[in-house]
């Protein structure tokens, strides 16, 4: 193998990991910004009563906690200097994929206040799981394999 081919491939790789961090972040935060500032008059002009209303704000607040967790696991992601590509590749996609699939269902659970949605939150919650589980064997592998 050729330590510098090796080194260029995990540059490389961390800088698209990095990428999807800043994209996600930015996300997360505009989101969350949102919620801070928007949903409770989308809340009130929909006559939502104040349980209901708090119950769905707590719903999309769990999406933008979240979000914004596996975006910062992301940037530790890119930072690890060492381990298997295949499996951080793994790692980030299935992060992505967690954000997406947990965070935006939530999201569009309270915007659109359809509870089947719902249905979709653990599909994605299992996605995050598995982004930080396959931390382990990137750590376990030390080559591409």
């Avoid at 491939?9 to 698209?16: F, G, I, K, N």
Wanted: aromatic content about 10%; some cysteine; glycine content about 8%.
């Amino acid at each position: 193998m050729n330590p510098v081919a090796d080194n260029k491939e995990v540059q490389h790789l961390s800088r698209h990991i990095v990428i999807a961090a800043a994209i996600t972040g930015a996300l997360g935060i505009a989101i969350g910004a949102f919620a801070a500032h928007g949903l409770e008059s989308l809340f009130e002009s929909r006559g939502y009563d104040a349980a209901f209303a708090a119950k769905r704000s707590n719903q999309f607040e769990v999406g933008v906690r979240y979000h914004l967790l596996q975006s910062a696991m992301l940037l530790a992601l890119a930072a690890i200097p060492w381990g298997s590509q295949r499996w951080r590749r793994w790692s980030m996609r299935m992060s992505l994929i967690g954000q997406t699939l947990f965070c935006g269902s939530l999201y569009l659970l309270v915007l659109t206040n359809t509870p089947k949605l719902g249905a979709i939150t653990p599909l994605g919650g299992v996605c995050l799981i598995f982004s930080w589980l396959m931390l382990l064997p990137m750590c376990w592998k030390s080559g591409d394999e």
